[in-house]
C-alpha cells in the first residue's frame, strides 16, 4: 500500500484525514477519512522552470550536442549496467540504440579519445560531468572531483568507489556514497547489481546513460601537443596496457624491438648516435604530455629536482622530481610532478623494464598508451656549429680518435701524444673505439667533442700538454662560449 503521502507525521495524519497518497485499494480510516469526505484523490506532475533547467546540459548531450557521443545505456529496470570493465569500455553488449526503453547495451569506447564522461538519468533529471582522470584510478570512498552536476554548475568532490575486486564498481554518485545510495543519486553501477543502489535511481528515472566527449579544453591540449611534435621524431611507443616499455637502456637508445609504426605493439628505433638535445614524452592521446632537455634526463639521481621546460600543465619552466638511479632497470621515472604525487594521479610520463603497478594502469590503458619523441632544438643546432666543421671535415680538422656510446672513455694510455694506435678507422659514428697514430703530424691545435656535437671546445696543443693538477688551461672556444676562458684540467705524470 505504500508510499503513504501525508501532509503532517503519518499517524497524525491518520486520524485527522491529512493522507493524501495510499496504494494497493487500502481502505480502514486511512481512506475513509479523506477519500470518501473529500471527492477522491488525485495525482499531478508537472516539469518546473527549475527542472527544465537542470536537464538543458544533458538534453545537449542526447542530441549529440558539444561534441557528447551516448556509449552505453541500461534502461529502466531495478539493475545496473551489465558491463564489468571499470569503464574502460573495452565491454561490448546489445544492440547500440537511441531508444530509452532498448535493452543495456554498450559499444566499445576505450579507443575513442576522450576526456570527459557524463553519467545522466533517462530522464535527464540527474547528472554529473567528471574528467576521465577523476573516474579513473584505484580508490575505496574518496574524494573525488566533479567538474558540474545537476546539483552544482560549479566543480565540487564526491566521495566514489573504485575498487580492483569489486565487480560492480565504479561507483560513480552525484554526493557521498553512502548518502547518494538512499537519496537515489548513484549515476553510475555496473555487473547488474541491484537493490536500492539500482532501484532508487534507474526504476525511477528511465535508466541511465554513459556519454563520453572530447572536451574544448582536451581538444585544445591535444592540437597543442600534435603541433609540437612537428620536427620530431617518434622513436619509442608503448601500447595501451598494465606495463611500461620493455627498454632497459634507461633512455640512451641503445636498444631496438618491435615493429616500428605499429600503434598496437610496443617498439623502439636505435637513436643513441642521432644528433637530439629535447625530448617529449607523451600519453598516445596527447592529453599528458612533457617536454625536457636531453642533460635533465641523464645522469644518475634519486628523488631530484629536474627541469620541465613545458607541458599540459604549464607553458613555463619548473621542476619535478624524478628517478634515474644505476641499478634500478625500472628508472628512470619521468613525471608531471614529483615522482609520488603523479603515481597516484596517472602523471607517470615514462618508465621501462615492463613495469607496472599503478604506475601504468593509471596512465598507460586510460590515455592510449604513451610515446617517445626527440629532436635536435635550433638551440641545439647552433650549439653544434662550431663542431660540425670538423665534423664534415672542414677548416682543416682530422679526425683522430674515437670512443663510441657507451659507460668507458677511450682505450688509449698515451695522454694525448698520440701514439696509441688500436681499432679500425670507422669515422665519426663509429659504434666502435678506434685511435689512428697523430704524433708524427703537424697540429697546433685540438678539438674535443660529443659524437653529436653538442659539447664541445677548441683549445691549443700546448694548452693541452705539460703536467698540471686542477690547474687553470685556457679554451679558445666551445659550444658554451665564442669567447676564450679557462677551465680547471689534470694532466698528472701518473694517472
Not at 55 to 77: F, S, T
Not at 293 to 312: H, L, P
Not at 461 to 467: E, G, I, L, N, Q
Amino acid at each position: 500500500e505504500d508510499p503513504w503521502i501525508t501532509l503532517r507525521d503519518h499517524s497524525t495524519s491518520v486520524r485527522a484525514g491529512e493522507v493524501l497518497y495510499g496504494g494497493n485499494k487500502f481502505g480502514n480510516i486511512h481512506a475513509s477519512n479523506v477519500v470518501a469526505v473529500n471527492n477522491g484523490a488525485n495525482v499531478w506532475i508537472r516539469l518546473t522552470d527549475h527542472g527544465e533547467k537542470v536537464k538543458e546540459r544533458c538534453e545537449e548531450a542526447k542530441k549529440g550536442m558539444a561534441g557528447w557521443q551516448l556509449v552505453r545505456h541500461v534502461p529502466a529496470g531495478h539493475v545496473w549496467h551489465p558491463a564489468t570493465d571499470k569503464l574502460m569500455g573495452s565491454d561490448v553488449y546489445g544492440k547500440e540504440s537511441h531508444d530509452e526503453a532498448a535493452p543495456a547495451w554498450s559499444i566499445r569506447f576505450e579507443n575513442i579519445n576522450y576526456d570527459e564522461f557524463m553519467f545522466a538519468t533517462g530522464d535527464c533529471q540527474k547528472w554529473l560531468v567528471a574528467k576521465k582522470d577523476a573516474v579513473f584510478g584505484w580508490y575505496s570512498n574518496n574524494p573525488r572531483d566533479i567538474v558540474e552536476s545537476s546539483i552544482s554548475n560549479k566543480p565540487y568532490k564526491a566521495r566514489w568507489y573504485r575498487r580492483a575486486n569489486n565487480k560492480e564498481d565504479p561507483w560513480i554518485s552525484i554526493t557521498d556514497h553512502s548518502a547518494a545510495v538512499h537519496a537515489g543519486e548513484i549515476v553510475y553501477g555496473a555487473n547488474s547489481f541491484g537493490n536500492v543502489h539500482a532501484s532508487n535511481v534507474v526504476a525511477v528515472h528511465n535508466g541511465a546513460d554513459v556519454y563520453v566527449r572530447l572536451s574544448p579544453d582536451g581538444a585544445a591540449a591535444e592540437a597543442k601537443c600534435n603541433k609540437m611534435h612537428d620536427g620530431w621524431s617518434l622513436v619509442r611507443h608503448v601500447p595501451p596496457g598494465l606495463s611500461w616499455h620493455p627498454a632497459e637502456d634507461q633512455l640512451i637508445g641503445a636498444e631496438v624491438y618491435g615493429p616500428a609504426g605499429d600503434a598496437d605493439k610496443a617498439w623502439t628505433v636505435r637513436w643513441d648516435q642521432r644528433d637530439y638535445d629535447e625530448f617529449i614524452f607523451s600519453t598516445g592521446d596527447c592529453q599528458k604530455w612533457l617536454m625536457t632537455k636531453k642533460s635533465q634526463v641523464f645522469g644518475w639521481y634519486s628523488n631530484t629536482d629536474r627541469q620541465i621546460e613545458a607541458s599540459s600543465l604549464s607553458d613555463r619552466p619548473y621542476e619535478a622530481r624524478w628517478y634515474r638511479r644505476a641499478n634500478n632497470k625500472e628508472d628512470p621515472w619521468i613525471t608531471l610532478r614529483d615522482h609520488s604525487e603523479s603515481v597516484r594521479d596517472g602523471e607517470v610520463m615514462y618508465g621501462e623494464d615492463k613495469f607496472g603497478n599503478i604506475h601504468a594502469s593509471n596512465v598507460l590503458p586510460i590515455h592510449n598508451g604513451a610515446d617517445v619523441w626527440m629532436r635536435l632544438s635550433e638551440e641545439g643546432r647552433k650549439q653544434q656549429e662550431g663542431c660540425l666543421a670538423a665534423r664534415e671535415g672542414r677548416d682543416g680538422w682530422q679526425l683522430v680518435r674515437r670512443v663510441g656510446p657507451g659507460h668507458m672513455w677511450h682505450p688509449a694510455t698515451d695522454q694525448l701524444i698520440g701514439s696509441d694506435v688500436y681499432g679500425s678507422p670507422e669515422g665519426f659514428n663509429s659504434t666502435k673505439a678506434w685511435s689512428v697514430p697523430f704524433n708524427t703530424l703537424d697540429y697546433d691545435e685540438f678539438m674535443f667533442a660529443t659524437g653529436d656535437c653538442l659539447k664541445w671546445l677548441i683549445t691549443k696543443k700546448d694548452t693541452v700538454f705539460a703536467w698540471y693538477s686542477n690547474g687553470h688551461r685556457t679554451i679558445e672556444s666551445s659550444s658554451a662560449s665564442d669567447q676564450p676562458y679557462q677551465a680547471r684540467w689534470y694532466r698528472r705524470t701518473n694517472n
